[in-house]
């Protein structure tokens, strides 16, 4: 141990408690060593000595099903995102033409008009 260099030491519970976020997708390995500040090799013996789905050969689905859940919640994002943006889109344009109409109709260009003022 380097000096100056406290030992931690993290309760079983604890361990479990992380353990099964991981397994369920909760969390990532990633998230754990950065949170707690604990190394990626610690969090895999953790897994080797508490896990069931570990010892199973599963380390890669369970890394691969956080970041698929992470990869739906994104493109759920990226699908409103681009709703709502048509939606905005939609109502520029709407805007647009009634700006245009009541230029026609007022026999004035109120969009240079309005810039004017602005």
Known sequence: MEKGKQRRVFSVDLKLDL???????????????????????AVYKWLTKYSDLYRSETRVIVEQKSMSKKNKELQDQIKKLEQAL????????YLEKVVEYASERSGEDIEKKNKRLS
């Open 19 to 41: 353990l099964k976020k991981i397994e369920q997708g909760d969390l990532r390995v990633l998230d754990v060593t950065n949170v707690y500040g604990v190394s990626r090799t």
């Open 86 to 93: 048509g939606q905005k889109q939609m109502r520029i344009d």
